[in-house]
């Protein structure tokens, strides 16, 4: 009965290729967002959406592109991926502007 | 814009002693702090947060938090470490654009 369920947990994928990661939440949340955290922890919002609309896109290569089909769902799409793009990816989800954010369990994506 | 500074990228503390980590944050409006925990391979975990009102803020796992308006601080902490607590804990301030602004993370070591 997950909050905030991502797939897949690890992804192993050459450069160049073209990966996806879902997310899910069953909260009745507004708002949804992608986390970046690097090796070294650090946390950056990459995306947020309201009610399926994209609200915050931070400084974001043109190659990552969310898609919202529904506020329940926010997925996140990578095009020609790159070694730099190896991270973790959070997606995290929110009542309300302000309030505390529920996070997945992460998505660590290699790239070789 | 908002900012949150944790001093010490590594705190280590003795099986039964108290635990401090501090966090000072920068906001530009009245601010809502976060504290999160990361256990190793997992999400972040809501411990505790300050929206309004009373300033001394109780979490789970014992641990709580006093929001200091005077010296921009939010510092966490718990009067008697358990081994279970090892992990990474993150503070955040919420801007009012609906993220969270994530510190550097400290990571809490526990020795029996």
């Known amino acids: 009965d997950t909050a905030v369920s991502q797939t897949p947990k690890y992804l192993v994928t050459q450069m160049g290729n073209d990966k996806s990661i879902k997310c899910e939440q069953n909260l009745g949340h507004d708002t949804m967002y992608w986390y970046k955290q690097d090796s070294k922890k650090f946390l950056k919002i990459m995306f947020s959406?309201?009610?399926?609309?994209?609200?915050i896109n931070e400084t974001v290569p043109n190659r990552f592109s969310p898609k919202s089909p529904d506020k329940a769902h926010l997925n996140l799409h990578i095009n020609s991926l790159e070694l730099g793009d190896s991270a973790v990816y959070f997606c995290a989800s929110s009542q309300v502007a302000q309030s505390e954010a529920f996070f997945g369990q992460g998505t660590r994506l290699t790239v070789v | 814009a908002q900012s949150v500074t944790q001093l010490g990228s590594h705190v280590s503390v003795s099986e039964g002693a108290l635990v401090l980590l501090r966090c000072n944050y920068s906001s530009s409006v009245p601010p809502y702090l976060f504290w999160y925990v990361q256990y190793p391979n997992q999400g972040l975990q809501l411990l505790l947060k300050y929206t309004t009102g009373a300033t001394l803020v109780k979490g789970i796992n014992g641990f709580e938090a006093e929001f200091k308006k005077s010296e921009t601080s939010f510092h966490l902490t718990k009067p008697s470490a358990h081994m279970s607590d090892a992990a990474e804990y993150f503070c955040?301030?919420?801007?009012?654009?609906?993220?969270?602004?994530f510190g550097t993370g400290t990571r809490l070591l526990v020795s029996p």
């Open positions: 955040a301030v919420s801007d009012p654009f609906q993220k969270l602004v």
């Open positions: 959406y309201n009610n399926k609309e994209l609200i």
